[in-house]
């Protein structure tokens, strides 16, 4: 499961960045920073928290939306993992997947072990001690650790996060095919947005392969 995301990271990259985009820069010349992506990301998922001492005090957390902006980081992790790992050595992505599956963090997550903590706060800091380490330079072992404590705050084991970012990520592939970047695409279809329909084809498809979920979308595409 996880070279099977790794690659379809990959691919995204590629067909979205163009050739070569782990130097940094896409194909239409456009610099490429991970790190903010991720980080802007992990401030998305804190707002899910009713951390607020002025506003909301009552609220409870967006724990739907908490999973959802976990699912978003992993995309902008495994690309910073790429991105590494195509600096660091020869970029075989076989390779990359053995380095993160070896690691005891990895291992802990794929059987399910590992709980989040119980107060809110403490699962704040779950994340900004996350984008801490990012931004101190954290290698592709100790960031994909991180990750994975963040992961933990959605309820996510390995088996959840694979059939959540398949989902997305073909969901992402398929809107660039059909002019997201060129602002052509159409993100509400029939009156629900496409990635409802997308968590319903998956809820009706239990193990649906990518290639298979990107062509029931194109089957119930109204563009």
Request: hydrophobic share 40%; proline share 3%.
């Amino acid at each position: 499961m996880l070279e099977t995301m790794l690659r379809l990271q990959q691919r995204l990259n590629d067909e979205t960045n163009g050739q070569g985009w782990e130097k940094g820069v896409t194909n239409r010349g456009k610099r490429i920073d991970w790190r903010r992506c991720i980080w802007l990301e992990a401030a998305e998922l804190v707002e899910s928290y009713p951390w607020k001492h002025w506003k909301n005090i009552t609220a409870e957390p967006d724990d739907d939306n908490i999973r959802i902006e976990a699912v978003d980081i992993w995309h902008f992790v495994m690309s910073e993992a790429l991105r590494l790992n195509a600096l660091e050595g020869d970029g075989d992505i076989a390779n990359l997947a053995r380095r993160i599956a070896s690691t005891p963090a990895f291992e802990a997550f794929a059987s399910g072990d590992g709980a989040k903590p119980t107060d809110l706060y403490d699962q704040i800091e779950t994340v900004e001690s996350f984008v801490a380490a990012l931004f101190a330079g954290a290698s592709v072992e100790e960031l994909t650790a991180r990750f994975f404590d963040v992961a933990r705050l959605g309820d996510l084991d390995l088996s959840t996060l694979y059939s959540l970012y398949v989902g997305k990520n073909i969901l992402n592939r398929f809107r660039q095919d059909h002019g997201y970047k060129e602002g052509s695409y159409t993100k509400i279809w029939n009156g629900r947005e496409d990635n409802v329909v997308m968590q319903e084809l998956l809820e009706k498809n239990p193990g649906i392969e990518p290639e298979a979920l990107y062509e029931a979308l194109e089957t119930v595409y109204p563009g």
